[in-house]
């Protein structure tokens, strides 16, 4: 091809490309937690936070497809239980090979492998939960998501919450099954800005 | 009244004072955390939780009657925003500044009851004052699920559930970014508190 007819090619391909490229946003840290809750000896839920959180967000939103990945970091994680004197807080606990095992498996990780859509909304999010080092699927359920427009200086930013449930025994987490709830309530919040 | 006399009627007046007596329980502060929620940008819920809940509820099954009384240290409020990076302050400092909990002048929030309503044995509806800012005003909580666990060994008699309420910040004064952060507060009190 000469350089003339390629750059004719060029520039009938840059709007298609453009147009099937999904739109990545880097998940915000500072606005960007997971959650969790588990039942507590019958009474009520104990909710738990994971503060260091990472991933990405991609949206075609021409093709109505979609991409979540979010990453935990498993030593992260507070409920809020002060260091008790001479013994060790539930947060201590939690990070221990008794639940998260945060020295052998730092992370938590969930991956996308399908979003379904709404319109032009992701409604679920299929994909695959690595946790202690086993990987399961878990669907997330898209609660909310929006996106509001670049405006000024701030660029386009896209949000939402998604929730989902599993077994922490099918990951192997097993501690304490008879007091604390086997079944894990998942809720992600996520945002970010478009690259 | 001779002293035989006296003593039949304290006898007597026991178990009628044993019935009426309201049981009072105290929350453990371990167990026990207020958690709010806002909206963000009209994008996303922003959770916060307060690490330090104290307070008490006493409860009277046969009268159906109880009370709640709590006290949040609102310096105590956590976001997870932990790493301040660039920016002047971390969020939850903005929270504990005079914009927003005002904690060096308003330390704490109090919730007192006024009335409780049950369904059957347990309560159902908790009527209030919230005080925020140095504000109050009625907010009142709906008990989501609310069970006993009866004493075994050691353990004394636990109490908890989950209690869900709702306020505008702006009513208690707290205006500040009402563009950008949601005015509406939902209020989610998960509790654990033991017979005293």
Known sequence: MK????????????PLAAQAAPETYRLDPRHTFTYFSVEHFGLSNQYGRFDRNAGRL??????????????????????????????????????SSDFFNAAEFSQATFKSTRVAFSGDTPTA???????????????????RFKCN?????????????????????????????????DEVTLMIVFEGDKE | MDRKQLVIACLAALPLAA????????????????????????ITPIYGRFNRTT??????????????DVTVDVASVDTGDID??????ARDDHLRSADFFNAAEFPRMTYKSTAVTFAGDAPK????????????????????????????????????????????RSDFGMNRTLGAIGNEIQLLVAFGADHD
Do not use: W
């Open chain 1, 3 to 14: 350089h003339r007819s390629m750059v004719i090619a060029l520039a009938f391909a840059a």
């Open chain 1, 58 to 95: 991609t949206l075609d939103r021409a093709a109505h497809a979609a991409t979540l990945d979010v990453t935990v970091d498993a030593g992260s994680v507070t409920t809020a239980d002060p260091p008790a004197a001479g013994g060790r807080s539930r947060d201590d606990m939690l990070r």
């Open chain 1, 125 to 143: 999010v299929e994909g695959n939960l690595t946790l202690l080092g086993t990987t399961r699927p878990l669907t997330l359920h898209v609660d």
């Open chain 1, 149 to 181: 427009a670049a405006q000024g200086p701030r660029k386009e930013r896209c949000g939402g919450n998604a929730t989902a449930a599993f077994k922490r025994s099918d990951f192997g987490m097993k501690f304490g099954m008879g007091s604390i709830g």
């Open chain 2, 19 to 42: 019935a009426a007596a309201p049981e009072s329980y105290t929350f453990d502060s371990t167990d026990t955390f207020a958690n709010f929620v806002v909206d963000h940008f009209g």
């Open chain 2, 55 to 68: 307070g008490k509820f006493t409860l009277d099954r046969a009268a159906k009657s109880g009370s709640l």
């Open chain 2, 84 to 89: 301040k990076g660039n920016r002047p302050r």
């Open chain 2, 125 to 168: 509806t908790i009527e209030g004052n919230l005080t925020l800012l140095g504000v109050t005003k009625p907010v009142s909580l709906d008990v989501e699920r609310f069970k006993c666990n009866p004493p075994s060994g050691t353990s004394k008699e636990r109490c908890g559930g989950l209690a869900r309420g709702k306020l505008n």
